[in-house]
Structures are given as structure tokens and as C-alpha cells.
């Protein structure tokens, strides 16, 4: 596994281990602005309006703020949009100048600004677990965009995790298919033994074209670091690099800062499987991926790999941006139906129901149940928001949820990289890379 001797988070290979050393971790945190000593917020009233704050204000952050301004105006939440952070002052101005918000260029000023309660992190996927980590040492309750961290650091989302614990904060990630009521169904099946003991899953995410990537917007080709555009808070603890207006604008296109469809697209497919299963850690990751269409980018675009969990379920989740034929049904934002296969039968989804299929020489019937409603961005947010209301900690997709599903995509990516199957040491907490 690559890194840079200027990253904070130096990473230890020992016992083929990937462990990034408490000291490091520490100093990392310390170097990104992440303070211990921040006095938490009282805990929002349930009758109060709760004013949110946004962490960085690029393209999918407009999408969350259109859905908190027509709650806003729907009345079917209090909250306004209060604060508006980025690393590029005229995006953080422009957005903030529209829902009559204050505009900031350092986040951890915000976070200090008592008018907000909740905050949506929106940023580069290197910088969410720092954000996040501070974000509930100040008292504030997070919907962060997926991926729960960044792929390369394990020990970072461990932390970030344990902070949202230990705070009692309310934590979201953005895998809004977590709102399709279709999962909930399922898992409550599958926890009822209707399939038996799980012990295959097929799903996948397909799509063509690499727009998520290239296709980002650069609005200003000519903006460069000084008062207006801070480079050295968008590298983070990334490798250091002199200024690119690329990276800037298009950083899902580049390793340092994303990993293509594995941290982008795959928690929405493998986000649902986890919470129906009820499973934790992999046991067991093997992967294979690339660039096979798309050249221009450092992150691939086709990516495959084979999840064994200690529960004896192996989850195969598959993936291109070089088609998008999905071979199955597809549900809300695009992601292939699981087909989830148990030893006295299979769950499928069609339309809306949930379809169970008797196994070979089962004395089951086939059956079929209703699926109350399908993913809805706004009722995800809805939760979140009902969550921090009354000081419930059960969201559609909670911080632990989210820990869970980072590993075993950060152990995918180990493994496409080295070649090697990664394995996790569960007293440990670690991953463990073999035959490397």
C-alpha cells in the first residue's frame, strides 16, 4: 500500500498488518483541527428549530440544501440552513448569500457558531472523518456524505466511530437508499428465518460514463490559492502537491482523495446487504479492479470483490461504469437488487414487493410482501432530522453501520492493490493483509 512520507497518518506494515500508530493518529488529528476540548452543545429540544450548517458547498451539497429548503418551506421540518462553509469563498458565498446564511472558509469556525445544531458534511472523502470526529467533540450532530472516510484510512474511521459513540450525537451517512422501506422488510425476513441461514448475495452497481468523475464542474479554470481558496485545508492530510484546478474541482478523478465506484457507488449497494444480513466485520476480502475504460483518471472504474463475513455469508458486489446493464432489477439511485440466497430459500426484489423463492426440496411456499414505500432522499433526511429531535441514535444509516461497510470496502481496495486477500483480526480491530 502507497503512501507519502508528508502524510501524518504514517502507516506501519508490521506483521503485514496495515495499522496506522496511535501517535500518528493522534498528531493527525491534532494537525487537522480536531480539538478535544470543545464543550458540547446542550441537546436540541424536540420543539425547537434546528439550524444546520454545511461543510463544504460543492454540487451534492446544493442537492442537500434544495431538500432542507423545501422541507423548510413544506413545513414538514423546523430547520433553516444557518452556515455555509468551503474551501473556495465564492462557492461558500454563493450559497450562503442564497438561503441568507453566514458564509465561512474555515469549518471549525462554524462548528463554534451556537445557531448551529446539525451539520452535513459535503467534502472531499479524505476529509470527512476529521470533520466528522470535530464536528461531535463540538457538540453538533452529523449527515455526512458517504464514504465514512477516506480508503486509505482505517484507523481514522475506528476513531470517528468512537467519537459518534462516545458523544451521543446523531450521525447519518448519505446512503439515502437506506430510506427504501424494501431493506427494512427484508431484514426483518431474514431475522424471522424465512431463508434460513444466509449464505450468498449477489449485488452491483452499473453505470456508463465516468461524469461523476471527469464530468465535475470546474466553474473558475483560473482560481488559484490566496484569500479566496484555501489548498492547503482541501489537501488535508493528503499527500502534499503543489495547486492543480483539477484536483481543486475534480477530485473524485484522483486516488488521493477518492476511490471511484468502491467508496462512491458501493455504499449505497452494500450499506442494504450489511443491516439485512446483521453483520459486522468481513472476515475475508478478496478484489480485482482497474481502469479498463475511462483512462484519464487515477481511481478505477470497474471494480469486483468477494466479502466473507465470520457468519459463513460470502456477499459478491460487482461494478462498472462501462455499462450499465445490471442483469437484475434495479431500485432507487441505480444500484442492482440483491438477490440474497438463504439454505431454505432466496429474497429478490420486483417492483414493490419483496419475493421469496423456495429452495430445492423446501416445504416452503412462495411468497410475496409489500413494500410500504421506495428510497426517498427527503425522507432520509426526515429521519435524520426526527433522530436529533428526540435523541435517538438509530438512524437509517448510523455511524457503526457506516464503519462497518468503510472496512470492508477499504479492505476491497487493499486487496485490488497488493493482490493480496486482507483478512480482519477481530480482537485486534485490524486488517490483516496475506500473501502480499
Given at each position: 500500500m502507497r503512501t507519502s512520507p508528508s502524510q501524518t497518518s504514517a502507516i506501519e506494515c508490521s506483521r503485514r498488518r496495515f495499522v496506522i500508530n496511535a501517535a500518528s493518529l493522534s498528531a493527525a488529528l491534532g494537525a487537522a483541527g480536531v480539538h478535544a476540548g470543545v464543550a458540547p452543545a446542550p441537546t436540541t429540544s424536540p420543539t425547537s428549530r434546528l439550524g444546520?450548517?454545511?461543510?463544504?458547498?460543492?454540487?451534492?451539497?446544493?442537492?442537500?440544501?434544495?431538500?432542507?429548503?423545501?422541507?423548510?418551506?413544506q413545513a414538514k421540518a423546523a430547520v433553516d440552513i444557518v452556515a455555509v462553509c468551503d474551501a473556495w469563498r465564492p462557492r461558500a458565498q454563493a450559497a450562503a448569500t442564497n438561503f441568507h446564511a453566514k458564509a465561512f472558509m474555515d469549518y471549525r469556525e462554524l462548528l463554534a457558531d451556537p445557531a448551529v445544531d446539525v451539520v452535513c458534511i459535503s467534502t472531499p472523502d479524505h476529509l470527512h472523518g476529521y470533520q466528522?470526529?470535530?464536528?461531535?467533540?463540538?457538540?453538533?450532530?452529523?449527515?455526512?456524505?458517504?464514504?465514512?472516510?477516506?480508503?486509505?484510512?482505517?484507523?481514522?474511521?475506528?476513531?470517528?466511530?468512537?467519537?459518534?459513540?462516545?458523544?451521543?450525537?446523531?450521525?447519518?451517512?448519505?446512503?439515502?437508499?437506506?430510506?427504501?422501506?424494501?431493506?427494512?422488510?427484508?431484514?426483518?425476513?431474514?431475522a424471522d428465518g424465512l431463508i434460513g441461514r444466509p449464505i450468498h448475495v449477489e449485488c452491483g452497481y452499473?453505470?456508463?460514463?465516468?461524469?461523476?468523475?471527469?464530468?465535475?464542474?470546474?466553474?473558475?479554470?483560473?482560481?488559484?490559492?490566496?484569500?479566496?481558496?484555501?489548498?492547503?485545508?482541501?489537501l488535508g492530510d493528503a499527500?502534499?502537491?503543489?495547486?492543480?484546478?483539477?484536483?481543486?474541482?475534480?477530485?473524485?478523478?484522483?486516488?488521493?482523495?477518492?476511490?471511484?465506484?468502491?467508496?462512491?457507488?458501493?455504499?449505497?449497494?452494500?450499506?442494504?446487504?450489511?443491516?439485512?444480513?446483521?453483520?459486522?466485520?468481513?472476515?475475508?476480502?478478496?478484489?480485482?479492479?482497474?481502469?479498463?475504460?475511462?483512462?484519464?483518471?487515477?481511481?478505477?472504474?470497474?471494480?469486483?470483490?468477494?466479502?466473507?463475513?465470520?457468519?459463513?455469508v460470502v456477499v459478491a458486489v460487482l461494478g462498472?461504469?462501462?455499462?450499465?446493464?445490471?442483469?437484475?432489477?434495479?431500485?432507487?439511485?441505480?444500484?442492482?437488487?440483491?438477490?440474497?440466497?438463504?439454505?431454505?430459500?432466496?429474497?429478490?426484489?420486483?417492483?414493490?414487493?419483496?419475493?421469496?423463492?423456495?429452495?430445492?426440496?423446501?416445504k416452503s411456499t412462495p411468497q410475496r410482501f409489500a413494500i410500504p414505500h421506495g428510497e426517498d432522499f427527503s425522507r432520509h433526511w426526515e429521519n435524520f432530522l426526527d433522530c436529533c429531535r428526540r435523541g435517538n441514535?438509530?438512524?437509517?444509516?448510523?455511524?457503526?453501520l457506516a464503519y462497518h461497510v468503510q472496512t470492508a470496502l477499504i479492505m476491497g481496495m487493499i486487496s485490488s492493490r497488493t493482490g493480496?486477500?486482507?483478512?480482519?483480526?477481530?480482537?485486534r480491530e485490524e486488517i490483516v493483509v496475506r500473501g502480499a
Amino acid at each position: 500500500m502507497r503512501t507519502s512520507p508528508s502524510q501524518t497518518s504514517a502507516i506501519e506494515c508490521s506483521r503485514r498488518r496495515f495499522v496506522i500508530n496511535a501517535a500518528s493518529l493522534s498528531a493527525a488529528l491534532g494537525a487537522a483541527g480536531v480539538h478535544a476540548g470543545v464543550a458540547p452543545a446542550p441537546t436540541t429540544s424536540p420543539t425547537s428549530r434546528l439550524g444546520v450548517g454545511f461543510i463544504g458547498a460543492g454540487s451534492r451539497a446544493g442537492a442537500h440544501m434544495t431538500v432542507i429548503n423545501w422541507l423548510r418551506t413544506q413545513a414538514k421540518a423546523a430547520v433553516d440552513i444557518v452556515a455555509v462553509c468551503d474551501a473556495w469563498r465564492p462557492r461558500a458565498q454563493a450559497a450562503a448569500t442564497n438561503f441568507h446564511a453566514k458564509a465561512f472558509m474555515d469549518y471549525r469556525e462554524l462548528l463554534a457558531d451556537p445557531a448551529v445544531d446539525v451539520v452535513c458534511i459535503s467534502t472531499p472523502d479524505h476529509l470527512h472523518g476529521y470533520q466528522i470526529i470535530d464536528a461531535v467533540r463540538a457538540g453538533k450532530h452529523v449527515y455526512c456524505e458517504k464514504p465514512f472516510t477516506h480508503w486509505r484510512q482505517f484507523e481514522l474511521a475506528k476513531k470517528a466511530a468512537q467519537e459518534v459513540a462516545k458523544s451521543g450525537r446523531v450521525f447519518q451517512l448519505g446512503t439515502q437508499g437506506m430510506s427504501d422501506g424494501a431493506w427494512h422488510v427484508a431484514r426483518k425476513l431474514i431475522a424471522d428465518g424465512l431463508i434460513g441461514r444466509p449464505i450468498h448475495v449477489e449485488c452491483g452497481y452499473f453505470r456508463v460514463g465516468d461524469w461523476g468523475e471527469r464530468g465535475m464542474p470546474i466553474p473558475d479554470r483560473n482560481a488559484r490559492p490566496g484569500p479566496d481558496l484555501n489548498w492547503e485545508a482541501f489537501l488535508g492530510d493528503a499527500p502534499k502537491r503543489d495547486f492543480d484546478v483539477s484536483r481543486f474541482f475534480r477530485w473524485r478523478m484522483y486516488e488521493d482523495y477518492a476511490g471511484g465506484p468502491v467508496t462512491d457507488l458501493f455504499p449505497h449497494t452494500l450499506t442494504p446487504v450489511v443491516s439485512m444480513l446483521g453483520v459486522s466485520f468481513p472476515a475475508r476480502v478478496a478484489a480485482i479492479g482497474g481502469i479498463y475504460r475511462y483512462p484519464e483518471r487515477e481511481v478505477p472504474d470497474t471494480f469486483n470483490m468477494l466479502i466473507e463475513y465470520p457468519e459463513k455469508v460470502v456477499v459478491a458486489v460487482l461494478g462498472t461504469q462501462g455499462n450499465n446493464d445490471p442483469g437484475a432489477n434495479v431500485r432507487g439511485s441505480g444500484h442492482r437488487c440483491p438477490v440474497i440466497r438463504g439454505w431454505e430459500g432466496s429474497l429478490t426484489f420486483a417492483g414493490k414487493e419483496v419475493v421469496f423463492t423456495p429452495a430445492a426440496g423446501s416445504k416452503s411456499t412462495p411468497q410475496r410482501f409489500a413494500i410500504p414505500h421506495g428510497e426517498d432522499f427527503s425522507r432520509h433526511w426526515e429521519n435524520f432530522l426526527d433522530c436529533c429531535r428526540r435523541g435517538n441514535t438509530n438512524t437509517y444509516s448510523p455511524a457503526q453501520l457506516a464503519y462497518h461497510v468503510q472496512t470492508a470496502l477499504i479492505m476491497g481496495m487493499i486487496s485490488s492493490r497488493t493482490g493480496a486477500i486482507t483478512a480482519f483480526d477481530t480482537a485486534r480491530e485490524e486488517i490483516v493483509v496475506r500473501g502480499a
